[in-house]
């Protein structure tokens, strides 16, 4: 089977014990040294959706903004998330960042007419978009002794809230704050607006609900916020 070498834009990135969830956005350059984008895609490195994740020394330094070279098998979509592609198990290669470029994904977003959770899948849904929500915040909460990042915002209009953040770079930007941000606390960013890259989750037996996650959190401006 022929593999696709491709770049890909990394919208998210997230460093778990099992390895690497990895989302972004395939690009493909002109003829004049423009870049375009294509698709969204999920690289997984198994077609058991229990066990796919990339592992992590192949995306050792890769952040946010960067685009890599990454070899793509075969679309391998499950009930849930149409954009996996089986990854062909080779090294990785960084071939430029985006880090630091203002306003870089305003011409890439997502539109999805609607974000909330579902009781069914249907072949035209998506399980990732990258969106440009407005009046974003966030909040600290422990839940069984276990810390929890929740973010609200509005997206055409409608209030979402409670959207847990599993962004690990705007987490430990947040822990480094030299006010820790207490619990319970609404806030708001100072001075930037942001980018979500939203992932919903698998369907959960037996009722088929799907979760909402904000797997990255990206300002404007392109720095990181642990910058």
């Known amino acids: ?7 890909l834009l990394v919208l998210a990135a997230s460093f778990k014990q099992q390895g690497v969830c990895l989302g972004g956005r395939v690009l493909q350059q002109t003829s004049d040294g423009a870049w375009l984008s294509l698709y969204n895609c999920r690289p997984v490195s198994s077609e058991n959706p229990d066990c796919n994740a990339i592992p992590k020394q192949y995306l050792q330094g890769v952040k946010v903004l960067d ?22 198990g080779r090294p990785i290669k960084k071939l430029f960042s985006y880090a630091n470029t203002p306003n870089v994904l305003s011409n890439i977003l997502d539109t999805p007419d609607c974000l909330g959770e579902v009781a069914q899948y249907q072949a035209d849904e998506w399980s990732m978009a990258c969106i440009q929500p407005q009046d974003f915040s966030f909040q600290l909460e422990y839940k069984n002794g276990r810390e929890r990042w929740l973010s609200s915002f509005t997206y055409r209009g409608k209030p979402y809230s409670s959207v847990t953040i599993t962004d690990a770079v705007f987490i430990q930007g947040l822990q480094r704050l030299a006010e820790p941000v207490r619990v319970g606390e609404v806030c708001s960013l100072a001075d930037t607006n942001c980018w979500l890259l939203l992932s919903r989750t698998l369907p959960f037996p037996p009722t088929g609900k799907r979760y909402l996650l904000a797997a990255a959190v990206i300002p404007h401006h392109g720095a990181s916020f642990a910058d």
Request: aromatic share 6%; charged share 20%; proline share 7%.
């Open 67 to 88: 685009v890599i070279e990454i070899g793509l098998v075969k679309s391998v979509a499950v009930e849930g998330q149409p954009e996996n592609w089986l990854w062909d």
């Open 1 to 7: 089977m022929q593999v696709q070498r491709v770049p």
